[in-house]
């Protein structure tokens, strides 16, 4: 049998080992990489997996964790100063992971992605050992020390204008300038923002089973099954935007990274299926959702036409917009993206 000081020994040899061979999160896992410093209207998180989260300001955010706007805004605020304001009927997520580069001297960067599949966004780059690269269905983005909008047309098209600075490399097509607004009434009708709407709502349901249930209201089955249906409707939301991004993305560093995603889900979608059925036949009675658009709540959407972006924020810097066909640099390759742990 091992002493206490070997068995300790082992331990933190095990740990050194699983630091050297394993790619880390940028932060220990309970920390957040961000803040949800302010929003308007009807604002959907997920955090750490789950929808239903009742969004407040200074509300810690996670890699990986997603936030969707309907008539609504949201602005996100990261450790290094580094800002996204998002705008109506959006929907994005974050991503961060922490590498090793130099041949030599290794030294650790913060890799962050932020991915916007529906709507539009003003940025800012922070400062520190961050490499930041946007991220649509059909684009891949590196920035650097930048300011500006990312956005996405009622065709589907990519924008980017800048304020600041310029893109390190792009993939995929992109257009110079700003999108115009989407209907909301047509946002509506994109499988992402549908599937994000359906697992808020699951998720919403699953917490005031868990509320009923308490109260001897419903049984602990029907309790059991709601949650496990939520748990299936989150897993199928992140199901669809890995798909989408397998269908349509051009980088085969992203591709990859959604395959990974897509496995992943697909078991969990499996799992939540035999749960749910295992609590049917202790007696729980299933009741699928039916899709209903969240409504709209402390926010007015301004009359008659779109309105037009300003590029130029609260904090940032107000030089001309600078040429986009001047300041791209092609690439055919997005740099190395690592895939959540």
């Not at 909301?184 to 089973?209: T, V």
Request: aromatic fraction near 8%.
């Amino acid at each position: 049998m091992l002493s206490t000081g070997k068995l300790l020994s082992v331990s933190f040899s095990l740990l050194i080992l699983c630091a050297i061979f394993f790619p880390a999160p940028a932060h220990c896992e309970g920390d957040p990489i961000a803040h949800l410093t302010d929003f308007t209207g009807t604002v959907l998180v997920n955090s750490r997996g789950e929808w239903g989260v009742k969004p407040e300001k200074n509300f810690p955010l996670y890699s990986m964790d997603k936030i969707v706007t309907r008539v609504g805004t949201a602005v996100i605020t990261f450790g290094d100063g580094a800002v996204i304001e998002i705008k109506n009927n959006s929907n994005l997520l974050i991503n961060e992971m922490e590498k090793e580069e130099g041949l030599i001297k290794k030294v650790k960067i913060v890799q962050r992605r932020i991915l916007l599949f529906i709507g539009k966004m003003f940025f800012k780059t922070g400062t520190g050992q961050v490499q930041t690269q946007f991220e649509t269905e059909k684009t891949v983005i590196g920035i650097r020390g930048t300011a500006g909008v990312l956005s996405i047309g009622p065709d589907g098209e990519i924008y980017i204008e800048f304020s600041e600075g310029h893109a390190k490399f792009t993939v995929g097509d992109i257009i110079k300038g700003i999108a115009k607004d989407v209907p909301k009434e047509l946002i509506d009708q994109n499988p992402i923002q549908q599937a994000s709407y359906l697992a808020n709502a699951a998720w919403e349901r699953c917490i005031e089973a868990k509320e009923k249930a308490a109260k001897g209201e419903i049984s602990t089955a029907q309790m059991e099954w709601a949650c496990a249906y939520a748990r299936e409707m989150s897993a199928n939301e992140a199901k669809t935007y890995a798909l989408a991004l397998i269908k349509n993305n051009p980088s085969e560093e992203v591709v990859a990274w959604a395959e990974e995603i897509l496995g992943e889900e697909d078991n969990k979608i499996e799992k939540a299926k035999e749960d749910q059925q295992l609590y049917i036949d202790l007696g729980a009675v299933p009741e699928e959702l039916e899709y209903t658009p969240p409504v709209a709540e402390g926010y007015e959407e301004p009359e008659g036409e779109a309105e037009e972006v300003d590029p130029v924020r609260e904090g940032m810097s107000a030089p001309p917009l600078q040429s986009l066909d001047q300041n791209l640099e092609r690439d055919d390759t997005a740099s190395s993206l690592t895939a959540p742990k």
